[in-house]
């Protein structure tokens, strides 16, 4: 049976998957520079992830890189 992705990650899976701490996922939200859901107003409110936020945040961090070599010829 094939699992389907999820809409949403905590923080300890965005962690995870991007292979950091769960303080430097974070910082990050913190910084703005990775957006986020809040479900409560409290301080350890529920935060989630989406997909498409996750997304948009690699492709981010992306595009300040330079392209790679090309590819040597035949």
Known sequence: ME??????????????RLKISDSQVFALISERKLRCHRFTRK???AIRVSHA???EYL?????????PPPAPRS
């Open 43 to 45: 301080k350890n409110g």
């Open 3 to 16: 699992t389907e992705k999820a809409d949403f990650y905590t923080v300890k899976e965005v962690a995870a």
């Open 59 to 67: 492709r981010a961090t992306e595009e300040g890189q330079p392209p």
């Open 53 to 55: 936020q996750l997304e």
